[in-house]
């Protein structure tokens, strides 16, 4: 017996260094590897990860530098990727699974024991070394399950810094069209309330009858009203832009351009828009990852069915008597096996192959609405295209010459007042609308990148996708 104790014992020794000499080890850079590379591609952008004062600092100048500039969309994007404490927050989530991985990989501890039993003859002392050997059997199948998990992670990360640079674009796009839009109505309102003083005075002299008065200073009032409606709402863009990019205190100083970009020369081309989102979108990916990883569990739950608990181990024991001082030493193996008397693991089968086609069926889901909002996201981007540029083509020129000759007859005393006052009214909406249009656009092109790369379409809440979250079974 002594001699097979320590052969296994031996035995044990062995297995374990082998299985250490194939443990994972940690990244250089927490897993960011993915996400790096990726934004820095297809974004041209940097995503960090803040972990040391160093990289803290080195981000905080990056974002001061460009908020000392008017602030652009691609500007706005990256101080978010280096100051949103929420996505920084993500990367940390990104590090805690990595750690899991690390610790998948690594054979399980063994278990020491040591009893003393004393009698009024005998003095026993027992001591056990045990290690779970279904556990290390299977360590190269749960190490690989593990780094899937890890690489699933990686890509949740990278959805939600995709989700975060998205946001932080249409928050740009619509805290500038605001501003721009209360500029141009503080405008009109100036030219109202001229109106109006001079309808007063003539009125003063008897050259207006108090109805006319009225008409001119309730358009005067209208914009005004419309005007303070809207600061409001430009102000309250810019706080959503701030949120985004995740500034505080003087950072709020910073200063933005005054209208939104002009309008391409002409729309993007994409034939081939659906195959490139099921081709890159991250959600897919992720349901790829997830399969693959519960395929590996279906097939570890299908050798292991008849095995529940496995622990195998030295144990030695030891046996003095009291009155003659006699030591006896004995030394064997100790092993702990479940006998599945009630369940022959028919269970954990089902369970497994139930939660496998669950994840099939979701990401066949999945991939049917990436297509779909792929599809209607070019529609809605071609079709704002089009409206914005039919206003700036059609409807804004003829509106100027329709208010410059309208202009001319009334000074030329042709026509009264009124035409004059409706046609203002129809140049303000048409101006309105216009600038509308140029936000709806910068919209739906930021709608048309994420429908193809993923992190979240504008209007759902979804999440990356439910079988993303499905847990393998337990063994």
Not at 32 to 53: E, F, N, Q, Y
Not at 200 to 217: C, F, H, P, S, V
Not at 265 to 275: A, H, N
Request: proline share 3%.
């Amino acid at each position: 017996m002594t001699l097979t104790a320590r052969r296994a014992s031996r035995w044990m020794m062995a297995s374990t260094a082998l299985l250490l000499s194939g443990c994972v080890s940690f990244s250089p850079d927490g897993g960011m590897s993915l996400v790096s590379a990726t934004v820095s591609k297809d974004l041209g952008k940097d995503a960090v990860a803040l972990r040391t004062p160093d990289e803290t600092a080195a981000a905080r100048n990056t974002a001061k530098r460009l908020l000392s500039k008017p602030l652009s969309a691609d500007a706005a994007v990256q101080i978010a990727l280096l100051n949103n404490r929420g996505l920084q927050a993500a990367y940390n989530e990104l590090a805690i699974e990595e750690a899991r991985a690390v610790e998948a990989s690594l054979p399980p501890n063994p278990a020491i024991s040591l009893s003393r039993i004393a009698g009024s003859v005998e003095v026993e002392v027992e001591r056990r070394i045990v290690a779970n050997i279904l556990a290390l059997a299977t360590l190269p199948v749960r190490s690989e399950i593990a780094a899937a998990r890890f690489r699933q992670a990686q890509i949740v990360a990278l959805s939600e810094t995709l989700r975060v640079a998205a946001d932080t674009r249409r928050a740009y796009y619509r805290a500038v069209a605001s501003r721009e839009l209360a500029d141009f109505l503080a405008q009109a309102q100036s030219g109202a309330e001229t109106a109006a003083k001079f309808a007063i005075r003539l009125g003063e002299t008897g050259g207006m009858n108090k109805l006319d008065q009225a008409r001119e200073q309730v358009f005067y009032a209208d914009l005004t009203a419309q005007l303070a409606a809207t600061r409001q709402r430009a102000a309250s863009e810019r706080e959503s832009l701030i949120r985004a990019m995740g500034l505080w205190g003087d950072d709020l100083a910073f200063k933005m351009a005054s209208a939104l970009p002009p309008l391409p020369s002409r729309p993007q081309s994409l034939p081939g828009i659906e195959t490139e989102a099921v081709r890159r979108h991250v959600d897919l990916q992720i349901g790829r990852i997830e399969l693959d990883a519960l395929a590996k569990s279906y097939g570890l739950t299908q050798a292991t069915r008849f095995i529940n608990v496995l622990d195998a181990g030295f144990a030695a024991r030891t046996n003095r008597n009291k009155t003659t001082g006699e030591r006896i030493r004995d030394r064997g193996f100790d092993v702990e096996l479940q006998v599945p008397i009630f369940d022959f693991g028919e269970v954990r089968v089902r369970e497994a192959e139930a939660t496998y086609m669950h994840a099939v069926n979701r990401l066949m889901e999945r991939a049917v609405n990436v297509r779909s909002d792929a599809r209607d996201a070019y529609r809605s981007y071609r079709s704002a295209y089009d409206i914005t540029a039919h206003y700036q083509k059609e409807v804004l020129p003829l509106r100027k010459i329709i208010s410059d000759e309208t202009l001319l007859r009334y000074n030329g005393m042709l026509i009264d007042v009124f035409s004059l006052l409706a046609e203002a009214r129809q140049r303000i909406a048409a101006t309105t609308a216009a600038i509308e249009a140029k936000r709806d656009f910068w919209l739906a092109t930021t709608n048309l990148n994420t429908a193809v790369m993923g992190g979240g379409v504008a209007g759902r809440s979804e999440t990356a996708m439910s079988a993303a979250s499905a847990e393998a079974p337990q063994h």
